[in-house]
């Protein structure tokens, strides 16, 4: 079976006060200091790549940098990261190769180098266009200097994406319009537009509340944001994410269908041979040598988890697929609770010739996380 591989790089400079990431704000330290700290790093990536000898050998056909952010530890880092694998495993010619970036790392150097290792889709995390509404959030980083994102756009030979946070208390409909003309005068080939989400702990958490208001707020623009996209000719596939035609996330895709993956670096997760384990570490200690741990599920647990990521996409999922993975039905308590859901109107159901699919309604997305528990309760 073709998996994918995932590689954790968890240094950004600053941390952004709505991010709850696994992520290490080391722009501070000195050159010297960080550089080491990536070297470091490197080295622990490349060794546990080198220690998994029970999976290597097998085809991979995406690889997934992400963070963090994966672009300030240079493209010698993830030259040397891909170099590893290659030497490990079989990458497939056709293989999409992710990389999370700053826009500020955008340089047309820094591309060049990174295409060279063989990247061939790069997301910039812009976020928002607007300062103020960088400002409200704490989002540290701009959308890079002038002409920079428009460059990054016309660049050979990538897929050109761009993440956005929607739903920012305070945003009227006119600052939300024109970020989503930002968005579409670039024309990214994939838009990742993620609802705001305050997360205990976060510094955003200490002077932001999502009030009533707020979150009717944040639904109305964010259905305005899925019929802006799609009135230009991007296809809604995952709750945040839309693309143009033939220009899904492969990578992603796996995690919602229920594919095999590895993953490597601190705190990363693998889901392969019909196992998954993690690694559970802090940073330092993963730098003294990854240890993997087992996260076992009970039967129940893997169909909650099937269910729960297959609903995040758009099509949702069928019965068949659900039976080809577990041979078994779909537990008639939670076919009782997709009944309820959809007599609420959150989920349709459609009988389909010798299958039926499930999959959330435009409502249904508003309440996901809701939504979803509910129908899954059972399993839980």
């Keep these: 079976m073709i998996h994918g591989v995932y590689i954790h790089v968890p240094f950004c400079r600053e941390k952004c006060d709505y991010c709850s990431f696994d992520s290490a704000p080391v722009g501070a330290l000195g050159s010297s200091v960080r550089e080491g700290l990536f070297s470091r790093y490197l080295s622990a990536v490349k060794g546990e790549i080198a220690s998994r000898v029970e999976h290597h050998g097998l085809p991979v056909d995406t690889v997934y940098f992400g963070g ?4 300030f530890a240079g493209a010698d880092f993830i030259s040397e990261a891909l170099d590893e694998l290659r ?27 990174i295409r060279r290792a063989g990247v061939n889709r790069v997301t910039a995390g812009v976020q928002a266009f607007d300062a103020g509404l960088r400002q409200k959030i704490g989002r540290r980083a701009g959308p890079g200097a002038d002409g920079t994102l428009e460059a990054f756009m016309e660049a050979p030979d990538f897929i050109h ?16 319009l ?47 944001v899925i019929d802006f996209l799609v009135s230009r000719g991007y296809r809604h596939y995952e709750i945040s994410n839309f693309c143009l035609p033939g220009k899904e996330s492969r990578h992603n895709l ?17 889901f392969a041979g019909g196992r998954r384990f993690y690694n559970g570490q802090s940073l330092e200690e993963y730098l003294a040598g990854p240890v993997l741990r087992e996260d076992v599920r009970t039967s129940n647990g893997a169909m ?3 269910i729960m990521t297959a609903l995040r996409l758009i099509d949702g999922f069928t019965a068949g697929a659900f039976h080809s ?9 939670v076919r ?16 389909l010739e010798g299958d039926i699919r499930f999959r959330l309604t435009r409502e249904g997305l508003f309440f996901a996380d809701s939504v979803i528990y509910t129908a899954l309760e059972p399993l839980l």
Aim: aromatic fraction near 10%; charged fraction near 25%; hydrophobic fraction near 40%.
């Design 254 to 270: 796996k995690y919602w269908t229920y594919g095999p993956y590895l993953g490597f670096g601190v705190r990363a997760h693998s």
């Design 161 to 176: 994406g761009l993440d956005i946070i929607v739903g920012i208390p305070g945003a009227g409909d006119g600052e939300i």
């Design 304 to 306: 909650a988890e099937f």
């Design 336 to 351: 009782h609770r997709f009944n309820e859901l959809e007599a609420r109107g959150m989920v349709a159901i459609e009988y």
């Design 68 to 71: 963090g952010t994966p672009s």
């Design 325 to 333: 993975a577990f041979c078994e039905a779909i537990p008639i308590a």
């Design 87 to 113: 030497r490990h495993f079989i990458l497939e010619a056709d293989a999409e190769i992710s990389l999370e970036c700053n826009p500020r790392d955008l340089s047309p150097g820094f591309l060049k180098e």
């Design 178 to 224: 024109r970020e989503m003309e930002a968005v579409a005068g670039l024309r990214p080939e994939h838009v990742s537009a993620y609802m705001l989400s305050i997360e205990e702990g976060t510094p955003l958490a200490k002077r932001m509340v999502l009030d009533d208001n707020s979150l009717d707020d944040q639904r109305r623009h964010f259905s305005f």
